[in-house]
């Protein structure tokens, strides 16, 4: 299904999210808000969903709450989400992603390229992971943390 999304964001992570968009179907429409040259409107294409293109926690969640427009969630076709597993809104999924059965992820999240969060493990809302980190069955990630690239979480672990 061909649609026009917005990208809130235009860093990496905003690159990020637009090769995830295309790859979803090429033919989706992308454009960019920016603070720098294109400033956020709440009337600007009002139907079209949003999804925050910036890797920063903090101003993730400062941005949801001046934002009016919906949020998409975005998983890459090459990742795997069990149909068990929650997605919550404005989360993005990227590349090679695994998210097992009953896992839980918040709003708002980024699960990184080659991710894997395992079965009834639960990521809180603004959470980013980099790449290659692995959260473990029935670990938890409270809200607002940064899992570095490889890093592991173990079960008995909340971090």
């Not at 179907?25 to 009002?46: H, I, L, Q, T």
């Not at 949003?50 to 990742?79: C, D, Q, S």
Request: charged fraction near 20%; aromatic fraction near 8%; glycine fraction near 6%.
């Amino acid at each position: 299904m061909t649609s026009k999304l917005l990208i809130y964001g235009k860093g990496g992570h905003g690159k990020v999210v637009e090769d995830t968009i295309y790859q979803l179907d090429s033919n989706n429409s992308v454009e960019y808000f920016d603070d720098a040259s294109n400033p956020y409107s709440e009337n600007y294409e009002k139907e079209a969903e949003l999804i925050i293109g910036i890797g920063n926690n903090e101003v993730r969640k400062r941005i949801v709450t001046e934002v009016k427009h919906t949020f998409a969630t975005i998983i890459h076709p090459t990742a795997y989400v069990a149909p068990t597993a929650v997605i919550g809104e404005g989360t993005v999924v990227l590349a090679n992603a695994v998210i097992q059965a009953d896992a839980k992820i918040g709003k708002h999240c980024i699960i990184n390229a080659n991710v894997t969060i395992d079965h009834d493990a639960i990521v809180e809302d603004y959470v980013c992971t980099y790449p290659a980190a692995y959260v473990a069955s029935f670990a938890r990630i409270t809200e607002g943390q940064t899992l570095k690239p490889g890093q592991v979480v173990w079960k008995s672990e909340v971090f």
